[in-house]
């Protein structure tokens, strides 16, 4: 698959189902304001993706109009818990850095799966995605957008209960037309 048509389609997933059920109500701004950078890595080890990660957080401390990266590596890490332990290492570049407070990496994955949760569980979906991405974020923005929304700390749970009404079968039919 071509990046272009990766591209495509994670910014419709994007705009179908995280901003259209409203699951991260800071999403449509950025997009609209065209201050999400999506990225597709061609990387196809995991030392390929954290060179491709390095590179990205050098540009992001360049371009202060860029809110949000989507690194899309759609190569590497295909296991959901290969991915989750790659995280781990993804703490470790940031603090090696000196990045800890200045970016934050949300995780997204075709077969996300939070802690004491079954694989089928409907809130799983907040976090699945087409591919797998680490979603780089300015701490200030997200500090900014906390300050906006006084209730930031319910969009977690008003989401679950949102994803649970829905159900999971309802939500994977959603997340697979954004193919």
């Known amino acids: 698959m071509q990046q272009h048509e990766i591209v495509r ?3 419709r997933w994007l705009e179908k ?3 259209e059920l409203n699951l991260c109500p800071f999403a ?13 890595s061609d990387a196809s080890t995991e030392e390929q993706l954290l060179a491709d990660l390095q590179h990205e957080l050098s540009h992001f401390q360049e371009d202060g109009e860029i809110e949000t990266i989507l690194l899309i590596h759609p190569q590497v890490l295909q296991s ?3 991915y989750n332990q790659f995280l781990d290492i993804v703490d ?7 990045f800890l407070g200045v970016y934050q990496v949300a995780s997204f994955h075709p077969q996300y799966r939070f802690a004491k949760t079954e694989f089928g569980d ?23 957008e906390i300050a ?4 930031t700390s319910l969009i977690p749970e008003r989401n679950i209960k949102l994803l649970r009404k829905m159900g999971s079968a309802k939500l994977q039919m959603l997340l ?3 193919d």
Do not use: C, M
């Open 28 to 40: 449509k701004r950025e997009l609209i304001n065209d201050r999400v950078k999506f990225v597709v």
């Open 92 to 98: 470790a570049l940031l603090d090696a850095e000196g």
């Open 176 to 178: 697979q037309q954004t």
């Open 17 to 19: 189902f995280v901003i």
């Open 80 to 82: 959901f818990d290969d």
């Open 122 to 144: 409907a809130e799983n979906y907040s976090n699945r995605s087409p591919f797998p991405i680490l979603h780089l974020l300015r701490e200030s923005g997200v500090e900014r």
């Open 148 to 151: 906006r929304h006084q209730d």
């Open 9 to 11: 389609l994670v910014r």
